[in-house]
């Protein structure tokens, strides 16, 4: 069965979220329409790219992904359909896919697809649909754009290395309230080498040792841990990290190694 993803900043309590999901299955019936997620913050490209990075590859092969983060039409507006390790995505080219891709997308095409005058003011119901329904019935990608050589581009806040410290940042805080830096498991491993540390926060907290899983702390404990995304966290077993440590989108985190461990 073919699969249509959304990852949107639509919400809940409207009706473009009905009009979005109506207007694929009048296209597609027999289409399994999977919400990654319609509660990305308006037009908060880093945060949808954060989560559909760490999302689309538990789907399978030939999976669409519609994104609906900064659709809103303009002169300038560019919106593209993409192949990238087996996957499709549609979305506009405002710097999501730079965020997303660690290699360059295999096949990019500006889509072409004439939009409906009463879709005007909401092209994710009209062209985007149209674009994600083709790609989902195994059609081509030429058939729906022309091909571009390139996409916008956005850099990441990357962690940074001094002498014995990594300085890294919360990049995302999710419904748990787990806290979660931009420093990756890869990188932390890399700058450790075996050493001891201690990881320092806002209000003077440390913590000084990887947990494997949140209940390894007692509960109401803070922990730091590698999670599914393997980005480092901040974490209370049961508890709300961002709350009760004060910690926000932005806030500093810094790693101390041990010279002499």
């Known amino acids: 069965m073919a699969i249509i993803t959304l990852t949107t900043d639509l919400g809940d309590k409207d009706i473009y979220q009905a009009a979005l999901k109506g207007s694929i299955l009048r ?14 913050p308006a037009y908060n490209v880093q945060q949808a790219a954060f989560i559909l990075k760490n999302s689309f590859h538990y789907f399978p092969d030939g999976t669409v992904h519609l994104i609906g983060i900064d659709t809103v039409y303009s002169d300038d507006t560019k919106y593209l359909a993409l192949k990238y390790k087996n996957h499709y995505f549609v979305g506009s080219d405002n710097g999501i896919f730079s965020l997303m891709f660690n290699e360059e997308p295999e096949e990019i095409v500006e889509i072409n697809i004439m939009q409906d005058l009463k879709f005007l003011h909401f092209p994710l119901a009209d062209i985007f ?36 410290l990594i300085k890294g940042a919360v990049i995302y805080i999710d419904s748990f309230q787990n806290v979660i830096t931009n420093i990756t498991k890869e990188f932390f491993n890399k700058v450790q080498q075996g050493r ?18 949140y209940s390894e702390v007692p509960e109401g404990e803070k922990l730091c841990l590698f999670g599914i995304s393997d980005h480092l966290e901040i974490a209370i077993n049961k508890g709300n990290a961002s709350g009760l440590l004060g910690l926000n989108l932005g806030d500093s985190v810094i790693i101390d190694f041990d010279y002499h461990s």
Request: with cysteine; aromatic share 6%; hydrophobic share 40%.
């Open 129 to 164: 649909v149209k674009a994600a329904c083709h790609l989902a019935q195994g059609k081509k990608l030429t058939e729906i754009g022309l091909p571009v050589t390139g996409i916008e581009h956005k850099m990441n806040l990357q962690p940074v290395i001094e002498k014995s």
């Open 196 to 213: 001891k540390f201690t990881l320092y926060f806002k209000r003077n907290e440390t913590i000084n040792h990887l947990s494997w899983h």
């Open 27 to 40: 296209l597609l019936p027999t289409v399994n329409i999977v919400d990654i997620t319609n509660s990305v």
